[in-house]
């Protein structure tokens, strides 16, 4: 117990992200309080390691989220706030443009409610398999969003994912240490998802693009 107990958040993942977005959850608390471009890249890395673990189902995935959460981090360095990036492009009005930080921010969500919606799928369900939790997941959040040969690929790779325990046992917990993490996350991230929404549909930019 004490070895487990100095672990540090590069060994146990899944932690890292519950407590990442608890943190930035609790930063929204404070009445008309912003989110800083560099914390929020901060949390959004921790969200990598997960991509990776899920196989070639994801891969596509993860290539293109550790971009653009790596486009953020650089970002992070001359805007301080996720409003003021969003300002910056509508400004110049390159916010739907190919590269731009606030369409890498819209994907970088994407990515976050992904994960969400995967492993509120997992807390409520034994199933060991995946496939069913992880296909809901793309189902709802990148699929409307993808070409068909894209759909295509993803769901033949649905039958590669690893299995419940195989994923767990490599984010180093089991059934039962990793549902207090999971749940932090679910619970944590939503805020932080609605935030980012309400920073484009408030300027009538919407979020389905």
Known sequence: MLAMDSETHEDRPLRAIG??????????????SELEVASFSRACSQV???????G????FAEKDYVAKVKDLSMASKDIATLQSLL????????????????????????????????????????????R???????????????????RTAVRA?????PTRVQLLKKLKEDENSARV?????VTAVDPVIKYVENLFISRDLGIDW
């Open 132 to 150: 069913d939790c992880a296909s809901m997941a793309y189902q709802q959040v990148f699929s409307p969003y993808h070409s068909f040969p894209i």
């Open 19 to 32: 407590q990442a977005f608890v943190k930035l959850a609790s930063a929204l608390d404070v009445e008309g």
């Open 157 to 161: 790779g649905l039958y590669t994912l």
């Open 181 to 185: 993490p999971m749940h932090d996350y």
């Open 48 to 54: 990598s390691v997960l991509f990776g673990h899920l």
């Open 87 to 130: 300002e910056h492009d509508f400004k110049s009005n390159s916010v739907k443009h190919a590269g731009s930080h606030s369409r890498n921010l819209l994907r970088v969500k994407r990515g976050l409610d992904m994960v969400r919606v995967l492993f509120h799928k997992i807390l409520i369900t034994d199933d060991n398999s995946l």
């Open 56 to 59: 070639i189902a994801f891969k």
